[in-house]
């Protein structure tokens, strides 16, 4: 039996050790450009790219994260309001394959292997706590209280670069990166999508969006409705449950619950591993069928709400339509009439760029799938349509070739890449594929753009490390002559 060990972090710190130092940086400085690349968001994603980027011997980067500190950056301990994570325990992670730095070895490192072979599923918390672990072991520094709010191509020499409109801890200001990652969150390429009937009620403070800060204490002796059948909106129904309130209605627009099969993308590699190759056809199906499917929540999310009598679910009961009455919000479902002091929307996420402040300025000139693909009839979806076609280095492509060139410094790393690579990028089924491809392009467009300087450095004379005196005691000079044996 391995019992936890005194050091928990010994095999980490081992591992580093046998891995070596990472290479010397090998992107020059440029005048005038702050940064090689700057990631946006400093959650698992942002972490997870910038120990990549590392081991890349890419320099010159920075992470910065609006939240005002590492308690507060991305889902774990905000947004997320599930016991367990809903992906499978043993999944690659940040660490990216070496597993010393994994949740795994983590975990035992803390709590032994009999309690990690106990797990189901990982422990939010748990998860939260290794995240954290994982960015101060590493090292990796993120800027918090730091917030992109526009971003400006800058074509000049020597090479082009993209200008950051920032604010950092309230105050403008701009620098400078070659290469841009947006790895900021399930919202990061768009908004979270609230029905506009109930706009009227979130403007009233009678609605939110279960990707808002909702102060569940509040709804203690309420009656509260949850528009959407995903878990996350099972999550927030068993919070407000869990916090007291008078009773939570449920909406769901499907049949079911339970999960239809969808085959798991993840666990088939001839279609994960070659996701980019398939013709645009059968990625729009794929993303589509996954759309009307619908996520389904893990059964410990339903047992959750289940234990409270007050829970009621409503299946096939879509919302058309919604109105506020004093303090409260009234809507009618298959001609019944109901009252809700509060209502709480588990609508999903747009990823339309033209939704997100900070690229809205860009969106017009960002392809789309709609511009590059027009699906049968039956399959139309113009939300799906809206997000952007990306490139095999996850970079924004020009909507019009030749207009906007610099797009392909901008790389996205959030779930609006659904449609382009099968997986929404950021949740972890995504980072064992797609952050070393995404490493792999910043390295090679890095290097492709100050060719002359690298080639020179390869082929410029490099003193050698010894000279000839090193061996010359052991050149061949020829064989001596034969000397006559001298008579005796
Ligand atoms: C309720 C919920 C449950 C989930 N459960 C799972 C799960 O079980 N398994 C799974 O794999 N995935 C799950 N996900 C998806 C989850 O979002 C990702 O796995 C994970 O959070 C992605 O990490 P990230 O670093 O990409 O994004 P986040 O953790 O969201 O971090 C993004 C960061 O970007 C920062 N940021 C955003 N905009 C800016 C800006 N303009 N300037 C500076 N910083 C900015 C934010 O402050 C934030 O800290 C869940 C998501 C939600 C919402």
């Known amino acids: 039996m391995t019992t936890a060990s005194h050091d928990p972090d010994a095999l980490a710190r081992e591992t580093l050790r046998l891995l070596g130092p990472a290479p010397d940086n090998w992107v020059p400085t440029h005048p005038g450009i702050d940064h090689n690349v700057a990631v946006i968001g400093g959650g698992q994603t942002g972490s997870a790219i910038a120990f990549a980027l590392r081991r890349a011997g890419i320099g010159g980067t920075t992470v910065i994260d609006a939240a005002a500190d590492a308690s507060q950056a991305g889902v774990w301990r905000t947004r997320a309001r599930m016991h367990k994570l809903r992906t499978p325990k043993n999944l690659v992670g940040p660490e990216l394959g070496i597993a010393a730095l994994g949740f795994q070895a983590w975990y035992e490192g803390r ?18 706590d290794y995240l954290a672990w994982f960015r101060e072991f590493l090292a990796i520094d993120v800027r918090y209280g730091t917030r992109l709010l526009r971003i400006e191509p800058v074509p000049g020499t020597p090479v082009p670069h993209l200008r950051l409109h920032l604010e950092v801890q309230g105050q403008p200001r701009i620098e400078t990166a070659r290469k841009l990652v947006l790895a900021n969150g399930v919202a990061g390429n768009g908004a979270p999508f609230v029905p506009p009937f109930l706009a009227a009620a979130v403007d009233a403070g009678l609605a939110a969006h279960t990707g808002h800060a909702i102060d569940f204490a509040a709804l203690a002796g309420k009656t509260v409705a949850v528009i959407g059948a995903a878990a996350s909106a099972f999550d927030a129904a068993a919070v407000a449950l869990e916090a007291g309130a008078a009773a939570v209605h449920l909406f769901a627009r499907r049949d079911h619950i339970a999960a239809r099969p969808v085959a798991k993308l993840r666990g088939y ?25 619908g996520s389904t929540p893990p059964a410990d999310s339903l047992a959750r709400v289940l234990q409270f009598p007050q829970f009621h679910l409503h299946l096939s009961a879509p919302w058309g339509a919604a109105r506020v009455q004093g303090e409260h919000v009234l809507t009618q479902v298959h001609g019944e009439d109901f009252r809700f002091d509060f209502v709480i929307a588990g609508t999903g996420y747009s990823t339309d760029p033209s939704e997100r402040a900070e690229l809205a300025g860009i969106a017009p000139q960002v ?11 039956d399959q139309r979806d113009d939300a799906l349509g809206a997000s952007p076609y990306l490139g095999a280095g996850l970079e924004y492509l020009e909507k019009t070739p030749g207009s906007a060139p610099w797009l392909r410094h901008i790389h996205v790393y959030n779930p609006a890449g659904f449609a382009s690579v099968g997986v929404p990028l950021g949740d972890v089924p995504s980072m064992r594929r797609d952050i070393p491809a995404l490493v792999r392009r910043l390295s090679e467009d890095l290097a492709l753009a100050d060719l002359p300087l690298h080639e020179a450095r390869i082929t410029g004379d490099v003193p050698p490390d010894f000279d000839a005196t090193l061996y010359g005691q052991a050149l061949w000079h020829g064989r001596a002559p034969a000397t006559e044996p001298t008579p005796a």
């Open 111 to 128: 709590h032994g292997a009999d309690a990690y072979a106990a797990l189901d599923r990982i422990p939010r918390t748990a998860w939260a």
């Open 269 to 293: 590699p001839g279609v994960y591993d070659n996701y980019l190759a398939l013709p645009d056809a059968t990625r729009w199906q794929q993303a589509l069928r996954y759309r009307r499917a």
């Open 367 to 377: 392809l789309r799938w709609r511009d590059r693909f027009a699906p049968p009839a």
